[in-house]
């Protein structure tokens, strides 16, 4: 396997935490060879630990891809939700490969151009589904292929999103409003929609979804609350929420990923200036916080989704009911079980503690990518742009149908609506 290069379009935090980091511990399969960063400080730190040369430093994904040919035989693009669709296709464009966080885009047409331009060009695009790497739906995947709980009928999937994970991303944080990034069930969940549709293998056909922004509203703020918590907050002390109170402590290191300066003089500077310092009564946010999909898959199989902002554990907890047996699983305690109906037997697998995030997905993926890359049998990739397209489908309908009181939505209509709309 040869050496591959690579250039990051954004050294944010999946950027320069997620995947580049493997071209650290892997050196022989990737080298990061050029990185794109508009924060002077995150360049320059993301240049020195890549020993990257100036001339391959920039600031701007534009500056790279108006040069003449390619400077890396892959893109890693990791900008925010709705600056991916112009690079990626300028990227395919000019022969790379990409690797492209997810989601693809909050439009679902460009969703659509973005596979449509991989094929054209003949590219390996892959979306980071990076559940999809883990062994622990990689396990349950070969299970329910193996039919050892037979066919399956239904899937219970939680996504506990963790209270201060909530506070932190979803209401100060990037993914706050929907109409500057994308929707939480596209943002957060899109993740969700992809590994029950990899687990399921078959085509979701409808959906149907509740959901609300109920509590992180000014509606809720304590009295005499003001717009940031350092200007002298009433609630200091009963409020779990307080900005000062959690960066200065337990959540020391989710500050990280808003100031390049964690001394408490750099974190407290960072809070009266970013909106992670504002009241999360008092911010600009509009993202849900809890919502539940509904799914019927071809054959009859149904599946039911809930994500809540409310929980104590940042994790996924999964019930899959077959009609021989049964799977549950909890991804932050890293094992499944398997109960067989026939014998009462259960087996219990408890998974090693997994090497990088998300439960050795962010690895995984990097992995993977470099090796089909360079198959000869060109396969689609574990979560190719086609099957990308489709689970995120699912979730612009599931959105959709949230805003529409409920209303079922056949995944098939709406995607022929989305093509007649973008002609006509």
């Known amino acids: 396997m040869k050496v591959m290069t690579a250039i990051i379009i954004g050294a944010g935090d ?9 071209a650290l511990e892997h050196p022989y399969e990737l080298r990061i060879t050029g990185v794109a960063e508009p924060n002077i400080e995150r360049r320059t730190k993301f240049q020195q630990a890549h020993n990257i040369p100036n001339e391959n430093c920039y600031e701007t994904w534009e500056e790279v891809f108006k040069l003449e040919g390619k400077i890396a035989d892959i893109a890693i693009i990791c900008t925010l939700d709705r600056n991916h669709f112009i690079p990626t296709m300028k990227a395919l464009e000019l022969g790379y490969h990409v690797l492209l966080e997810k989601p693809m885009s909050p439009d679902p047409m460009e969703c659509i151009a973005m596979e449509m331009a991989a094929k054209k060009y003949n590219r390996q695009l892959t979306i980071c ?27 219970q999937l939680n996504e506990n999103v963790e209270v201060m994970h909530m506070s932190h991303s979803f209401v100060r944080g990037n993914w706050n409003n929907k109409k500057r ?69 337990e959540g020391k290191g989710w500050a990280r990923k808003f100031t390049e300066d964690d001394s408490n003089e750099g974190i407290i500077q960072a809070l009266n200036e970013t909106p992670y310092g504002k009241c999360v009564y008092r911010s600009d946010n509009d993202v849900v916080d809890h919502q539940v999909v509904n799914m019927e898959f071809a054959g009859g199989a149904t599946a039911t989704f809930s994500m809540c902002g409310f929980t104590r554990e940042q994790t996924r907890i999964v019930q899959i009911m ?28 408890k998974f090693d503690n997994p090497i990088g995030g998300h439960g050795g997905g962010d690895n995984g993926i990097m992995r993977t990518f470099l090796r089909e890359i360079q198959s000869e049998t060109k396969q689609d990739s574990v979560s190719s742009v086609s099957a990308s397209v489709r689970s995120h489908l699912m979730a612009f309908a599931a959105e959709d149908s949230r805003l529409k009181q409920g209303r079922s939505i056949t995944i098939d209509d709406y995607y022929d609506s989305l093509v007649e709309n973008s002609i006509g």
């Not at 999946?14 to 493997?22: E, I, K, L, N, W």
């Not at 883990?134 to 066919?151: L, P, Q, R, Y």
């Not at 957060?188 to 992180?216: P, Q, T």
């Open 322 to 349: 077959g009609t021989k047996g049964e799977i549950r699983g909890n991804m932050e305690e890293n094992s499944i079980s398997i109960f067989n109906f026939l014998t009462k037997h259960e087996t219990i697998i």
């Open 181 to 249: 990034t994308s929707p939480m069930i596209l943002q957060k969940s899109c993740h969700d929609m992809d590994i029950i549709s990899f687990v399921m293998g078959k085509e979701c056909k409808r959906v149907s979804s509740y959901g609300s922004l109920m509590h992180f509203k000014e509606d809720n703020a304590p009295i005499g609350a003001p717009k940031r918590c350092l200007d002298g907050c009433p609630a200091e002390h009963e409020c779990p929420f307080h900005a000062g109170k959690y960066y200065l402590g």
């Open 14 to 22: 999946r950027g320069a935490r997620a995947y580049a980091p493997y």
């Open 129 to 155: 589904h990076v559940l999809r790497y883990t062994e622990f739906w990689a396990t349950i995947k070969k299970v329910i292929s193996k039919g050892e709980i037979g066919e399956v009928v239904s899937l």
